[in-house]
């Protein structure tokens, strides 16, 4: 009888457990005085060749001029092989690039945050790059694995306007919430980012510390703090649907579409406007670097209409 009793207690205290979890998932639905009417777009589409033919050459070029990208790249010294290599390839196409690490590094430069925990260290990565923007409307936050063609980010943007809250990349969804998945790079415009970090000041919509009972990776929790703000996750795509922003390697996704599409690898590869790669070796990088910038086929013209010149005074290719 007294087993029989504490079974029962045992299974009051459970049922009583669950039920208490239940009512935190059921809450865990960010509300904001936002409604979908402010969120025009979700799908993000580069602009067509039609569309820059209709444009004035002064219109082009004040827009050239305001597509000024700042990189912001979370390091660690444990991948200083990869953070290296990341300043020996496509950071040099940013207008600014930054690295923000956990912990200082005598070998390479960086801001050191003095934070290990994640999504607190890319809060303050955020806030300084915000507070160091100057006239920069445009930021790109990657991990040191990943691999970014900042033009083909450029061209994404290029008809956008910054003062419109742009969150975009390889959008993601885990339950009712979307998100940019981190690990493909994340692209802010500034007044998300002006957004952000004003929800910053609120802890109760935005703490610094997480306060759910299981632990949300960064970029989730960056999606939640934005949704507070109004600011929804968007895919980036090229002008057929197909995903700029990369979660895999380009041999993975070569070798999916080899046995996928066998007859046509290229086409069921990935964009050929791509932005970004992700999970790249060193060496893999080096080499991605050479065949972006560097091989040419000779009387091969892609009849661009418009040139991302590298930043004055940088050493890119």
Not at 54 to 78: A, F, G, N, Y
Request: proline content about 3%.
């Amino acid at each position: 009888m007294l087993s029989d009793g504490g079974s029962f207690m045992k299974g009051m205290v459970m049922g009583g457990l669950f039920c208490l979890v239940l009512s935190f998932l059921s809450s865990f639905s960010p509300s904001t005085e936002f409604t979908t009417e402010d969120h025009h777009h979700h799908h993000v589409k580069a602009a067509s060749k039609e569309e820059l033919k209709h444009l004035s050459d002064s219109h082009t070029q004040e827009l050239l001029d305001q597509v000024r990208v700042s990189c912001i790249i979370m390091v660690q010294p444990s991948v200083l092989v990869y953070w290296a290599t990341a300043i020996d390839t496509w950071a040099k196409h940013c207008d600014k690039a930054v690295f923000y690490t956990s912990e200082s590094s005598k070998a390479l430069e960086a801001i050191d945050l003095n934070e290990k925990d994640d999504w607190a260290r890319l809060r303050k990565a955020l806030k300084h790059a915000y507070d160091n923007a100057g006239d920069l409307r445009w930021f790109f936050v990657a991990q040191p694995t990943t691999f970014a063609i900042i033009e083909n980010l450029k061209y994404l943007v290029l008809t956008k306007d910054p003062n419109e809250p742009f969150y975009l990349g390889n959008a993601m969804k885990s339950g009712e919430l979307e998100y940019v998945a981190l690990d493909s790079g994340i692209v802010l415009s500034y007044e998300a980012l002006k957004r952000l970090v004003n929800v910053f000041e609120d802890e109760e919509k935005c703490p610094e510390r997480g306060r759910a009972l299981w632990k949300l990776g960064e970029d989730k929790q960056l999606a939640v703090c934005l949704k507070y703000s109004g600011v929804f996750a968007e895919n980036g795509e090229d002008m057929h649907g197909k995903g700029l922003f990369n979660s895999k390697t380009v041999h993975t996704l070569i070798s999916d579409s080899m046995k996928e599409n066998p007859t046509n690898v290229v086409e069921g590869c990935c964009s050929d406007m791509a932005v970004t790669f992700n999970g790249m070796s060193p060496n893999q990088m080096q080499v991605l670097m050479f065949g972006v910038y560097r091989l040419r086929p000779y009387g091969h013209d892609f009849h661009d209409l418009v040139t991302f010149y590298p930043p004055e005074g940088s050493d890119n290719d």
